[in-house]
């Protein structure tokens, strides 16, 4: 049987645990010192800790979550995108993305595949696998962390916008924010970290209410239901007149401004009239919209939308008083976009299997 993963504990089960064994507090402190600041991968090395201790820890936990399956670094170097694989073989994707503010992003997922079934997004077209444990999700910006470190710079961001659909996996993703916001976790600052969903409204009302001040963006991609029903399911649960009001409740209980995400996709959803639409729905609330030319699937025949298109489209949304932004999808070279290196492997290993099934025919 597989030891729990240390990652997967919280200060106080840490602090509980090793009290069981008869040690004091301190000492749970200190190792998750070892754990979050110094970022260490042996157990072997907190050398603080009694050797017993340490050797007791190395046999009742695991400090290893993730087993690196393949990484790409996109051309310019700015991106590094990491496939895991998890113990049970399930795989994962993280993205880090470097911007010459200084800024250093991590992008992590937070479950094996999605319920969601968008149908343009490469991970909704895996279907769901199972929800990231909090330890899962945190340790994948910790591993991203420490390359940083090694180099001299520091993580500054973290957005929940991997694979996965956050507030589906609603205690682990909350639990995992907590943990990355924490002094004594990886101390990341709450407006430095953003969640972003599809909109799951009761657990978005809920999550406005955590008295958090973490960024929120909404991947709405349609102003109407008839359109938003064809492009997100989820569309026909939780219907835009509902998600908006739960938008509008997140700004009035946490103050900050929503980012609603918008994949243009040439001739479906990238219309002067649906920019009018949106420019309806979203006027007088405060947000941004980012607006991101489809990145092409292998499940889904739409297309990104040209450049005259992405500008028409903004020239409606400012006549509407409506800011937006054009963002590139960051190492496109690399399959950086959502599930998309998941996919590009495992397609790469049929091939390879029907070769071989191939040879031995
Ligand atoms: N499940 C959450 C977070 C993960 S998806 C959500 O849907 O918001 C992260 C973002 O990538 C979402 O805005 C999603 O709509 C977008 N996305 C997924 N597939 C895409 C694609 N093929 N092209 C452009 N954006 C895509
Ligand atoms: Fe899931 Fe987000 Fe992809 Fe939709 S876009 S299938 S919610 S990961």
């Not at 993963?5 to 749970?28: K, N």
């Not at 149908?119 to 444990?133: E, I, N, P, S």
């Not at 639990?175 to 799951?200: M, P």
Request: glycine share 8%; with cysteine.
């Amino acid at each position: 049987m597989t030891q729990p993963l240390i990652y997967d504990l919280s200060l106080d089960e840490l602090t509980a645990t090793l009290r069981g064994w008869g040690e004091p507090a301190y000492r749970a402190r200190q190792a998750w010192e070892w754990l979050y600041q110094h970022k260490v991968d042996d157990f072997a090395v907190m050398l603080n800790l009694p050797q017993a201790l340490r050797e007791r820890l190395a046999a009742e936990f695991r400090l290893h979550g993730l087993a690196l399956e393949a990484e790409q670094r996109s051309s310019d170097g700015q991106t590094v995108k990491r496939l895991w694989r998890l113990p049970d073989g399930q795989m994962i994707e993280s993205v880090l993305m470097a911007y010459d503010d200084e800024r250093r992003t991590a992008c992590i997922s937070t479950q094996a595949g999605c319920a969601m079934g968008c149908v343009f997004c490469a991970t909704g077209q895996m279907g769901f696998a199972r929800h990231l444990t909090a330890g899962e999700i945190v340790i994948q910006a910790v591993q991203f962390a420490r390359l940083l470190e090694a180099e001299g710079e520091r993580l500054s961001n973290v957005v929940l916008m991997g694979m996965g659909e956050p507030l589906h996996n609603y205690e682990a993703s909350l639990a995992a924010i907590r943990r990355l916001n924490d002094e004594r976790g990886l101390a990341i600052g709450q407006r430095h970290i953003t969640l972003s969903t599809v909109g799951l409204v009761p657990q978005l009302r809920r999550f406005a209410d955590e008295g958090l001040q973490v960024g929120l963006a909404i991947s709405l991609h349609a102003a109407t239901d008839e359109e938003r029903n064809k492009l997100l399911p989820v569309n026909r649960r939780w219907p835009l007149a509902a998600l908006l009001d739960a938008a509008r409740y997140y700004v009035e209980r946490v103050g900050r401004r929503i980012t609603f995400e918008w994949a243009l996709i040439a001739g479906e959803n990238d219309t002067v009239t649906q920019a009018e639409t949106l420019g309806r729905l979203l006027s007088g609330l405060k947000c941004h919209v980012n607006l991101i030319p489809l990145n092409p699937t292998g499940g889904y025949a739409g297309k990104p939308s040209d450049p005259a298109r992405v500008e028409a489209f903004q020239a409606v949304l400012r006549a509407y008083h409506v800011g937006s932004t054009v963002r590139v999808r960051r190492g496109i070279d690399i399959q950086a976009g959502c599930g998309q290196l998941k996919a590009e492997v495992a397609a790469r290993r049929r091939g390879a299997r029907a070769e071989r099934a191939g040879g031995d025919s």
